[in-house]
């Protein structure tokens, strides 16, 4: 019996492991930070394995996480040096606008972190209000409200760059760079 639950959460982890990544780097605008919550994230959720039964939905319990290392990454005031010894030789490959791309990062950079989860979950993942709360452990209105001030402020950092109606496709295109 115990092999089996370990199985399904390995099958698990390696379907949901590439989307976790798309979704961790909107968050954080790093590859390898990205990595470091995805990782940490399902540490978590595989420790967490025990109580798998008790846990209504892996999926939406995996997002929680995800969003709470997220924020908790940005609590620290101490972050890690960003070295770079060695610089590619080459850019890498773009298959979309590479200064639409930049400045969905630099805006949502400027995006507070428990607005930024709010706005990746709701505008990448897709999810609904209801869903977007229940995984952040907040109201429905507090969604709401998070994710107009997460837009507002988008829309202030991107400026011209892009159109209003615009901001939905650049979040969910910027993360497939």
């Known amino acids: 019996m115990l092999a089996r639950e370990d199985e399904q959460l390995r099958e698990f982890i390696a379907a949901r492991r590439g989307p976790m990544l798309r979704s961790a780097f909107l ?3 790093d590859a390898h930070e990205a990595e470091d919550l995805v990782q940490t994230a399902l540490v978590r959720v595989v420790l967490a394995g025990r109580r798998l039964d008790r846990i209504d939905n892996i999926e939406a319990y995996t997002r929680r996480v995800l969003m709470s290392v997220f924020i908790s990454s940005r609590r ?4 890690r040096e960003h070295p770079h010894e ?6 890498a490959v773009s298959h979309g606008d590479p ?10 950079a400027a995006v507070a972190p428990r607005q930024r989860a709010v706005l990746v979950l709701r505008f990448w993942e897709d999810l609904s209000v209801d869903e977007t709360a229940r995984i952040l452990g907040v109201s429905a209105g507090t969604v709401k409200s998070q ?5 507002a402020t988008l ?7 892009l159109p209003a109606e615009g901001i939905r496709v650049a979040v969910a295109e910027e993360a497939r760079l």
Request: with cysteine; proline share 3%; aromatic share 2%.
């Open 76 to 79: 620290r005031r101490w972050r």
């Open 155 to 161: 829309r202030a950092a991107l400026g011209d760059a």
């Open 99 to 108: 200064e639409l791309g930049l400045a969905v990062r630099t805006a949502l």
């Open 27 to 29: 968050l954080c605008g």
């Open 147 to 151: 994710s107009a001030r997460g837009l």
């Open 86 to 91: 060695v610089l590619p030789d080459r850019a």
